[in-house]
C-alpha cells in the first residue's frame, strides 16, 4: 500500500507524477514558478486538484497560470497564492499547531473510536459556509475559521486522519446540472479494520441540529453511499461492506416497532433524546403515523409529552 498521503499520486502515469511532484515541491517551498513536464490544460489542472487532496496541509494556493515554450517539453508553473508569503508562514505554524491540538486526545483511540472522535469535532464546530469563499475549500477554512464548504470539511478529516495513523483518501464526486447539482461534492473514504467505508461528514453536518449528532453517513457502502451521491471523478477503493453501518453496528437500526417501543421507553425513562434509524421496509406515511404514535404513547404513560 502507498503512503497515506499520495493515493492520487498512484493513479497517475510517470509524467504525471513529475508533474504532481514538482507541483508539491514548488508549493511547499512557496516558488513564484517553477518547471513541470508538458502536459495539457486539463492535465495539469487535475494533478493540481489531485495532489491538493492528497495533500491537505498546502492549503494556501489553489490556482495557477503557466507559460509554454516552443519546442520545450516543460512548461513553467506560475502558482497563484491566496496570502503573502510571511502569512501563509504564519497560518501553517497556526494549521499545525491546532492539528496538533486536536490530535492528541485520539493517539490511543481505536481506529473507530478516532474516525467518530473527527466526525464529531467537524459536525459541531464547522458551519457549511454558503458563501462559498476560497479558503473555505481549504483546512484553514475547516480548523481555522470554523466555517467550510464540503471540500474544506473532507480535507480537514484528512489531515488528522492521516496525524492519527488512519488511512483516509477525499472522496470526489461529478456535478449534474441537470438534474440540479450544480457542484462537484466531496466526502472522505476511511479505512477501518483493514476495509474501506464511505464517512460523510458534510451531509451529517447538515443534519444534525440542536446538538444531536447525527451518523447517517458513517461507514456506508458503495451501495448505500450512491443512493444520494453522484458518481465519482477518480475511483477510489471498493466499499463492500456494509454491516458496519453506525446505527447497524450500535444496534440502533431497527426492524418492527417493537423495537421502536422497547427503546422508546428506555428513552422516556432517562429523558433521553431517541435517535435511531428505520429499515423495517419503506417508511409510508402509516408506518411513520405509528411510530409517533408510539412516541406520544409512552411519553403520556410517564405524564411527558413528546417533541
Known sequence: MAKIDSYYYN??????????YA???????MKDSFEVPLLSQKELS?????????????????TFRYKYY????????????????DKIKEHRQAM??????????????????????VHDFLVKNVHYDKLKKEYSHEIIGALGNGVAVCEGIAKAAKVLFDRMGLECIVALAEDDPENGIKSRHAWNVVKIDG????????????????????YDYVNLS????FKDHEPLVWKVPECVDGDHFYYKEKKISW????????????????????????????LTKEVLHDIFEIFSEEAEARGKKVK
Not at 502515469?13 to 513529475?18: A, I, L, N, P, R
Not at 426492524?255 to 419503506?282: C, I, P
Request: glycine share 4%; proline share 2%; charged share 35%.
Open 255 to 282: 426492524t418492527t416497532l417493537d423495537e421502536v417501543r422497547n427503546r422508546t421507553k428506555q428513552a422516556v425513562k432517562k429523558g433521553r433524546h431517541l435517535l435511531f434509524h428505520w429499515r423495517g421496509g419503506y
Open 195 to 214: 476495509k474501506y467505508y464511505h464517512m460523510d461528514a458534510t451531509f451529517d453536518n447538515n443534519l444534525s441540529k440542536e446538538d444531536i449528532i447525527r
Open 70 to 85: 516552443k519546442d520545450s517539453s516543460v512548461v513553467e508553473l506560475i502558482p497563484e497564492y491566496l496570502f503573502t508569503r
Open 96 to 117: 499545525e499547531a491546532r492539528i496538533e491540538k486536536l490530535v492528541r486526545p485520539a493517539k490511543e483511540m481505536s481506529d473507530r473510536d478516532k474516525e467518530l472522535y
Open 46 to 62: 487535475d494533478i493540481y486538484f489531485m495532489f491538493r487532496l492528497d495533500c491537505p496541509e498546502i492549503f494556501y494556493s489553489v
Open 23 to 29: 507541483m508539491k515541491e514548488g508549493l511547499l517551498a
Open 11 to 20: 493513479l497517475l502515469g510517470k509524467e504525471g507524477q513529475k508533474a504532481y
Open 222 to 225: 458503495d451501495k448505500q453511499i
